[in-house]
């Protein structure tokens, strides 16, 4: 397997209720790189999305993690990707610390405590680990969902409208993230409403479109 990470896209097709949403998509992504996926609403970005996440089903072409198909590797796939969606996928009845001993469980790491900690600070959420997350605002749930990026040991970043439900500075603390994430030699693909650059990396542009 190669030693840098890299993501690509081969003759990549989505059709959805019998309707051609994209097809023929070639891309290639590298280490230190990221992704902005765009288009109209409805071309299929989301679903693009979930099929590199092993979500939905590629109806043709191929997706390949470090020049293997990603269904010939699943496991091995599943522990270098970190999926951020737009909904927040945290359990309101748990309290912060809980959620993310659930979801790094989850993504097969065990962050230690301290390590935990310090991010949770780093987000604005110090001392509401013990808070059940139904108690906490949207914009206080959208950082606690993103801490587990800050978390992942994972090379691979797909988000998906990660921007939302948060002011200013949580999107700058988020575009600071990513671009760490990036100077360490991780890769993101994201959609976003909203242009955010992330620090002096430029976009890799993929307009989505209708055939």
């Not at 097969?108 to 059940?132: H, I, N, Y």
């Not at 949207?138 to 993103?146: I, N, T, Y």
């Not at 990513?178 to 976003?192: D, K, N």
Request: glycine letters at 10%; aromatic letters at 6%; hydrophobic letters at 45%.
């Amino acid at each position: 397997m190669n030693t840098t990470p890299s993501l690509t896209f081969s003759k990549l097709g989505c059709t959805k209720g019998g309707r051609q949403l994209f097809r023929n998509v070639d891309c290639r992504l590298e280490a230190g790189g990221w992704l902005y996926v765009a288009g109209a609403n409805g071309v299929g970005k989301t679903s693009l999305l979930r099929m590199v996440c092993g979500l939905a089903s590629i109806d043709t072409g191929d997706i390949l993690w470090n020049g293997l198909p990603i269904h010939a590797q699943r496991e091995a796939y599943r522990q270098d990707l970190c999926y951020l969606g737009h909904l927040n996928a945290l359990q309101e009845s748990m309290t912060v610390d809980e959620n993310l001993a659930f979801t790094t469980a989850l993504g097969g790491f065990v962050p230690a405590k301290a390590e935990a900690q310090a991010v949770l600070t780093r987000f604005g959420l110090r001392g509401r680990g013990k808070q059940l997350v139904r108690h906490l605002s949207q914009g206080q749930k959208r950082r606690v969902a993103l801490t587990r990026l800050a978390l992942s040991p994972a090379k691979l970043w797909v988000l998906d409208e990660p921007y939302v439900a948060m002011d200013e500075a949580g999107i700058g603390l988020l575009a600071d993230l990513i671009a760490t994430h990036l100077a360490e030699g991780g890769l993101a693909v994201l959609t976003s409403h909203q242009r955010v650059p992330i620090g002096n990396v430029p976009a890799q542009m993929l307009e989505l479109q209708a055939p």
